[in-house]
């Protein structure tokens, strides 16, 4: 970085410390902060998620202000801010040119996007394990005929849920396609569940006795009505919620906002935002809580 025309250390992604606003009136100063374009990303990016984190789990998720409106104010704040950067020391890339109000607003933009996508899973309605105010969130996008996905729920599920109890929560979403339709009628059988208070028993039920996908509707019904007679559900009216395909919607919608934020296989995972691929090992998981734990922290019992 050049100061006055002298050298200076340059600064990095991890030392945001230098860009932080001065007082409430700042005065301009003759220094001049030429900035690479990772660094400038950083910086918008780390105002969107501190003003998105406070907006949007009140937000959206209580019905409060619409999506339009939220960007409008986060966009906004951030502007707001970048301009006190700016007058506390103009910024420009290390070209030589300055940056303009429309290239912020899109840097905004494409980390708005990022940070409402990852913030969605925290106000779905789907079925969760722990506390609901956990720091670490943990969505999982499952087929119950997805042989992978049982090697995680037989290997991996129990041992997170035992050893970060109190630090996780741990959301089950849909994405059936190994199995075909019977996929499709084995998610929307266990919603069926959750109405009597079971999702978590019949899922059990349903990645203990994995099937094949080869039966034809009719039999794949009575398998999914015995197992809620197994559980000792009113099993009536888990007919008539399956019959009725009352959580198709609920299936599908899964499955798609699962598609657009790049699921292409199962099991597939966001922890707190983070991508992880495929039934990896317990070690992967906890690597990557615990790294978020420090990052929070957050210290864990051992």
Request: hydrophobic residues 40%; negative net charge; charged residues 25%.
């Amino acid at each position: 970085m050049v100061i006055d025309g002298k050298e200076q250390e340059s600064t990095t992604a991890h030392e945001p410390e230098a860009f932080i606003a001065g007082p409430e009136t700042p005065q301009r100063s003759d220094e001049v902060f030429r900035l690479s374009r990772e660094v400038v990303n950083y910086i918008l990016v780390g105002l969107v998620f501190l003003v998105a984190g406070a907006l949007l789990g009140v937000s959206l998720g209580d019905g409060g202000i619409d999506e339009r409106t939220l960007r409008g104010v986060v966009q906004d704040v951030v502007s707001a801010e970048f301009a006190q950067l700016e007058i506390a020391a103009p910024i420009v890339m290390e070209s030589g040119d300055s940056i303009d109000q429309a290239e912020v607003d899109a840097l905004v933009n494409r980390a708005l996007d990022d940070a409402m996508r990852q913030q969605r899973y925290l106000i779905s309605d789907d079925p969760y394990l722990g506390p609901s105010d956990a720091p670490i969130v943990v969505v999982e996008f499952s087929d119950f005929f997805c042989s992978f996905c049982g090697r995680h729920y037989r290997e991996t599920l129990q041992p997170l849920l035992e050893n970060y109890d109190g630090h996780i929560r741990y959301i089950y979403r849909d994405f059936p396609g190994v199995g075909g339709q019977n996929a499709v009628q084995a998610a929307q059988a266990a919603h069926c569940a959750d109405d009597q208070g079971s999702f978590w028993e019949y899922h059990g039920l349903l990645f203990d006795n994995q099937m094949s996908p080869g039966r034809d509707a009719d039999a794949m019904n009575d398998v999914l009505i015995g197992f809620a007679d197994e559980l000792g559900l009113d099993t009536e009216t888990f007919t008539t919620c399956l019959e009725s395909e009352k959580y198709l919607n609920n299936v599908i919608q899964d499955a798609s906002e699962a598609q657009a934020n790049g699921v292409r296989g199962t099991p597939s995972f966001f922890i707190n935002g983070t991508f992880v691929s495929g039934a990896q090992p317990y070690d992967v998981f906890a690597n990557i809580i615990d790294t978020e734990l420090d990052r929070l922290g957050i210290e864990r019992e051992s």
